[in-house]
């Protein structure tokens, strides 16, 4: 079974700077993805960002970037040029890639409260 | 956009009632999931389905079960509603291994 660890319950940073949020992950399987959930407390999931585990190349969106560590098993997510906005939960999760015709559901970390301030 | 319906976003029942969940997607999407959320322990699955008629137990089934009767609808159903239940349930759906796209949440309140 796979699970997912986010050590850090709560994080705080100040506006316009820089955070990283942590996650580990444990799993036998070679292929897989990763992604960072983020729920602010209108309470509605939304993708952050994703990594597909074959890919070396860390994944970007914007102002997000993750550093993905396949060998350490690690997934942190950096926000930069950090906003009021990003104000939220955020979620670390895994998903299996087996191709084994079922659905792939997501495993999720316990998640991080980040709190930007002025 | 995929939009994911869930039919009400706060529930109040009594201890023993049947409730019903109500999740409806409108991308055709094969796959559906229900998650339970409680603070400190993240989202945990309660049941998944991949395709109509058919179900897969997730990690915490215990006191639920689902309904697929229509691929764009997928229902969870505390048979009998207990406190321990209260919680924010949160209806998602995708397609194979594409991110899963959420619903808002029911937050139920059982007394």
């Known amino acids: 079974a796979q699970t997912v660890t986010q050590s850090q319950p709560e994080m705080s940073v100040q506006e316009a700077e820089t955070v990283t949020l942590s996650c580990t992950y444990d799993?036998?399987?070679?292929?897989?993805?990763l992604f960072w959930y983020k729920q602010p407390p209108s309470r509605q999931m939304i993708l952050v960002i994703r990594?597909?585990?074959?890919?070396?190349q860390n994944a970007t969106e914007n102002r997000f970037s993750v550093n993905f560590q396949k060998a350490a098993k690690s997934f942190s997510l950096k926000i930069s040029d950090s906003q009021l906005g990003d104000t939220a939960m955020y979620f670390c999760?895994?998903?299996?890639?087996?191709?084994?015709?079922?659905?792939?559901?997501?495993?999720f970390g316990t998640g991080t409260r980040l709190q930007v301030t002025l | 956009d995929v939009k994911v319906t869930q039919s009400s976003r706060y529930l109040v029942k009594r201890t023993g009632e049947k409730v019903f969940l109500e999740c409806v997607q409108d991308?055709?999407?094969?796959?559906m999931f229900w998650y339970r959320q409680d603070p400190g322990l993240g989202l945990r699955l309660i049941y998944f389905s991949y395709d109509v008629k058919m179900k897969e137990k997730g990690d915490i089934p215990e006191g639920y079960s689902v309904s697929r009767e229509k691929k764009e609808r997928f229902s969870l159903i505390l048979e009998s509603a207990s406190t321990n239940q209260t919680s924010m349930y949160l209806c998602?759906?995708?397609?194979?291994?594409?991110?899963?796209?959420f619903g808002n949440g029911t937050r139920l309140t059982v007394t």
């Open positions: 998602a759906s995708t397609y194979r291994f594409s991110p899963l796209h």
């Open positions: 999760a895994f998903m299996g890639a087996s191709n084994t015709g079922t659905a792939s559901k997501l495993t």
């Open positions: 990594q597909e585990a074959y890919k070396q």
């Open positions: 991308m055709d999407h094969e796959n």
């Open positions: 799993t036998s399987e070679n292929n897989y993805y």
